[in-house]
T-cell receptor, first 112, second 110 residues
């Protein structure tokens, strides 16, 4: 099993550009999450999904949109990137009754 | 809302024991988790306390006291590879989302 994978691993955007980050998991987990991590801020939840076709806002959702059209995939979109969105983005998944969240390797995004 | 407090940095000597504390404020939650993250890497799960008391997994133990709004991670027989950031996290009452503390950077010295 590959676990949780994220595409791309690195990306540089200019202000105003758009992009989509892809997260995929092959563990048949129901729950999926998007976090951002900034120095000294820990992990902050952007959006999450408790099942295919459902999404919910986390702590810092502004400027991001998500979709979960298939159970195994969770997409994070930035419609108009801003320098404040420069961060490391982690995707995670968890099974319905599980204690453990499994994290992907992260996407390092720089917005100039 | 929820808030979690942990020390920002801890230094300890190889072979020693170190305790990383986590205090929290919340109206209710399912349990307290701990995650480890090495520089440049993904967070990895260490432990979960759904009930008060001590959970032991090898060299690592975690403790929760709901009455004191407090938990800790105990690392024994420290090794150099334990140098990493450690995060406590609360599983919210919804049962869906984890809220993380800002993390404790542990440096193990020879």
């Amino acid at each position: 099993n590959a676990g949780v994978t994220q595409t791309p691993k690195f990306r540089v955007l200019k202000t105003g550009q758009s992009m989509t980050l892809l997260c995929a998991q092959d563990m048949n987990h129901e729950y999926m999450y998007w976090y951002r991590q900034d120095p000294g801020m820990g992990l902050r939840l952007i959006h999450y999904s408790v099942g295919e076709g459902t999404t919910a806002k986390g702590e810092v959702p502004d400027g991001y949109n998500v979709s979960r059209l298939k159970k195994q995939n969770f997409l994070l979109g930035l419609e108009s990137a801003a320098p404040s969105q420069t961060s490391v983005y982690f995707c995670a998944s968890r099974r319905l009754a599980g204690d453990e969240q499994f994290f992907g390797p992260g996407t390092r995004l720089t917005v100039l | 809302g929820q808030s979690l407090e942990q020390p920002s940095e801890v230094t300890a000597v190889e072979g020693a024991i170190v305790q990383i504390n986590c205090t929290y404020q919340t109206s209710g939650f399912y349990g307290l988790s701990w995650y480890q993250q090495h520089d440049g890497g993904a967070p990895t799960f260490l432990s979960y306390n759904g009930l008060d008391g001590l959970e032991e997994t090898g060299r690592f133990s975690s403790f929760l006291s709901r009455s004191d709004s407090y938990g800790y991670l105990l690392l024994q027989e420290l090794q150099m590879k334990d140098s990493a950031s450690y995060f406590c996290a609360i599983l919210a009452n919804s049962g869906y989302a984890l809220n993380f503390g800002k993390g404790t950077s542990l440096l193990v010295t020879p």
